[in-house]
Nanobody
Framework: QVQLVESGGGLVQAGDSLRLSCAAPGRIFSYYAMGWFRQAPGKEREFVAAIRWSGGSTYYADSVKGRFTISRDNAKNTVYLQMNSLKPEDTAVYYC???????????????WGQGTQVTVSS
């Protein structure tokens, strides 16, 4: 059973910043594309951002472009999501995910984390 462990969620005010982290259990994940999804109450889970194995290419949902930045540190088997200028509509459970491919292809992830709550108050 693969366990991706997210951390860094919390309650913040609109306009604040937050950084999420996701630790992968082994070195092999340094060769996988990784990403973030989110699910707000009553809504479907949606794609937020993804990064290829080497970190050279990143992908974002239109709703977070210019505000969120995904990055990774393969020496630590960790991927990050820096979230700036947060809005109340960013409130959701954020899930880390990974694909057993070098590149993000838009397919359904192979592994998921348990999620971390992000709440943005107005």
């Amino acid at each position: 059973q693969v366990q991706l462990v997210e951390s860094g969620g919390g309650l913040v005010q609109a306009g604040d910043s937050l950084r999420l982290s996701c630790a992968a259990p082994g070195r092999i994940f340094s060769y996988y594309a990784m990403g973030w999804f989110r699910q707000a109450p009553g809504k479907e889970r949606e794609f937020v951002a993804a990064i290829r194995w080497s970190g050279g290419s990143t992908y974002y949902a239109d709703s977070v472009k210019g505000r969120f930045t995904i990055s990774r540190d393969n020496a630590k088997n960790t991927v990050y999501l820096q979230m700036n200028s947060l809005k109340p509509e960013d409130t959701a459970v954020y899930y880390c995910a990974t694909w057993r491919t070098y590149y993000y292809t838009g397919s359904y992830p192979d592994y998921w984390g348990q999620g971390t709550q992000v709440t943005v108050s107005s």
